[in-house]
């Protein structure tokens, strides 16, 4: 099998940076995105992010939803910081946990 690890290092020291001229910020967002998958695959697979394997990444892993039907986003919740989330306003309804965050970035 092929250890994921050794590829997304290239990805993110070489490719992108280097050939690519991708800005921090980009290389932020590939990064919170590959984290959101990683963590999400690991769940899935009952293994560790450290030992993925890039064959153990396809279509059905991230395609086909878990079998329980509040378990889909359940990885994405637990990912997601608590610190991150204002807390709502006293009269307003609290807005529905999104399994996103928005990264800083000078423009």
């Keep these: 099998m092929t250890a994921l690890a050794l590829h997304l290092a290239a990805f993110f020291e ?3 940076p280097v050939e690519h001229n991708a800005s921090q910020c980009t290389r932020d967002s590939y990064g919170y995105a590959f984290q959101l998958l990683l963590t999400y695959a690991s769940q899935r697979l009952k293994v560790a992010p450290s030992q993925l394997a890039l064959e153990q990444i396809d ?14 986003l359940d990885w994405a919740v637990a990912s997601t910081d608590e610190a991150d989330t204002p807390a709502p306003a006293a ?8 399994a996103s965050r928005t990264l800083p970035c000078d423009v």
Excluded: E, G, K
Excluded at 91 to 98: E, G, H, Q, V, Y
């Design 91 to 98: 009269a307003a309804a609290p807005a529905p946990r999104a």
């Design 59 to 72: 279509a059905p892993l991230v395609v086909d939803p878990p079998s329980a039907p509040a378990a889909a």
């Design 14 to 16: 070489q490719h992108l």
